[in-house]
């Protein structure tokens, strides 16, 4: 659903946040949910999102009906992170983010409007 995606994206940034405040710089993926902030599988299931997580590779993993993919700078003092839907044929949100800390919110064109993200 719409409210687990962002509140997955949430959870992204929350451990980048903590990554950067501990080791001072981004991590990829491996290093996100390693992270203390970023909750294991009863932690996942208990705010509601999949306890599941198939790791790709170092910053790409399945979870859910979305594929989360985090990016950083060569330097790690920056970060992008996205979570697409696994098919995008179901209208459902696209989130990006960065080490800004702002969450962008778009469907594939074509696919109707749900109105805005909270």
Do not use: W
Request: proline share 7%; glycine share 8%.
């Amino acid at each position: 659903s719409r409210d687990k995606a962002l509140l997955l994206m949430r959870v992204v940034i929350a451990a980048e946040e903590t990554l950067a405040s501990t080791q001072k710089e981004y991590g990829n993926l491996t290093d996100v949910i390693q992270s203390p902030a970023f909750p294991d599988a009863s932690g996942r299931t208990q705010v509601g999102l999949p306890a599941a997580m198939d790791v790709v590779d170092s910053s790409s993993a399945q979870i859910g009906n979305y594929l989360v993919r985090i990016t950083t700078s060569e330097d790690k003092k920056h970060f992008q992170a996205s979570l697409e839907p696994n098919d995008p044929k179901t209208c459902g949100p696209a989130l990006f983010g960065d080490d800004r800390e702002f969450i962008y919110g778009g469907k594939v064109l074509g696919c109707p409007s749900s109105g805005p993200l909270r």
